[in-house]
C-alpha cells in the first residue's frame, strides 16, 4: 500500500505560480506511474500530468506550457509546477501513484486526500 498527502494548495491571482508537492510512503520502492489530477465542483475528475518511473511526462492540453511535473524519487516526493494560474484551473488538486499487480487491470492506484487551489480574477 501507498499513502499520499499533498500539499501547496492556496488561494492566488490570475497570473501568479503554486508548487504543489505530494509526499509518498510505505511501499513506494514499487512506485510505477505517479499523476495529478483536478476536480472542480460539478464536474468529473480530470487528468492534468503524469509522469512515469523514469521521467517521460504527459500533459492535458490546457495546461501546457504553464504546469511542469516532476518527481524526486529519493525525497519520495511529486511536484506540480504551475504557472501563469487561470481562474479556469480553481479545482481540489488529487495526486495519485500506481502500484503493479500480477493481474488485471495490472495495477492499483492510490489517492490523496487533495488540495485545494483557487484562482481569483
Known amino acids: 500500500q501507498v499513502q499520499l498527502v499533498e500539499s501547496g494548495g492556496g488561494l492566488v491571482q490570475t497570473g501568479e505560480s503554486l508548487r504543489l508537492s505530494c509526499a509518498a510512503s510505505?511501499?513506494?520502492?514499487?512506485?510505477?506511474?505517479m499523476g495529478w489530477y483536478r476536480q472542480a465542483p460539478g464536474n468529473q475528475r480530470e487528468l492534468v500530468a503524469t509522469i512515469t518511473r523514469i521521467g517521460m511526462t504527459n500533459y492535458a492540453d490546457s495546461v501546457k506550457g504553464r504546469f511542469t511535473i516532476s518527481r524526486d524519487n529519493e525525497k519520495n516526493t511529486l511536484y506540480l509546477q504551475m504557472d501563469n494560474l487561470k481562474p479556469e484551473d480553481t479545482a481540489v488538486y488529487y495526486c495519485n501513484a500506481d502500484l503493479p499487480i500480477p493481474r488485471p487491470p495490472w495495477y492499483n492506484r492510490y489517492w490523496g486526500q487533495g488540495t485545494q487551489v483557487t484562482v481569483s480574477s
Open positions: 510505505g511501499n513506494i520502492f514499487s512506485i510505477n506511474g
